[in-house]
């Protein structure tokens, strides 16, 4: 599905239309249980998945996550495979190997995978930004997709400047070093936030946070902080993309 960029502090931002659908049957849940006390709401609950391109008044190249990857993602068991990534790029003019910097926001199969394809990094050129606490916690799959990756990582604590006015943030909760971006006043928010009735009540859990108390803890302060500053979320699953607090 076609998103239209918008262009925030001089950085235009573009979401990219990974994949649209249900997650599979392996994981679903009624919404209900997904988001426990959350009330009425459509379902099946029918996701998006967005990566964000920033591209900034001097050409360079940032990517906010790598999507769901191809057929043999370790994602294939519970999202729409394959992820059109790539050809969302070509769509805007871009190669996968103009990108800069990748920021992962996390380490979960459906915003990392494509990252890597065949064993080899899909974006050879780019240094790819990870919390040091989602480094250290990587299990399995998504362990394994480090490796190619290795002498491509650049890993931060906290809040670190990863581009001309590009930051991002660590927000744990829904994994130990999930981390959001942010540029002007625009914040790219991975799963900080999944569906629209945690905005109406941020402490609404979700049944795949790692944590789901400091999930609950850090949803509420960064969206109240959000709200202060009248920020618009670029979102990973919403239908769409931008919303303004
Ligand atoms: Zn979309
Ligand atoms: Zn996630």
Known sequence: ??????????????????????MGPAIRLPLAEMFPGSGPADDPWVLHFHCYLLRDGAGRLTLVDTGIGGEDSPAAGWAPVPGVLTDELAAVGVAPADIGTVVL????????????????PVFENARHVLQRAEVDSASGAMSDLLTPLKDQLHVVEGQAEIAPGIHVQHTP??????QIARVGDLAITGDLVLHPVQLADPGIHYAYDDDQETAARTRTEVLAALRA????????????PFMRL
């Open 105 to 120: 926001t996390h380490l979960h199969s459906d915003h990392a995978s494509g990252a890597v394809t065949g064993g080899r």
């Open 229 to 240: 500053e009248r920020a618009t979320i670029a979102t990973a699953h919403f239908s769409e």
């Open 1 to 22: 599905m076609k998103h239209s960029p918008i262009t925030v502090s001089g950085v235009e931002v573009t979401p990219l239309c990974d994949a649209v659908g249900p």
């Open 173 to 178: 909760g829904h994994t130990p070093g999930h």
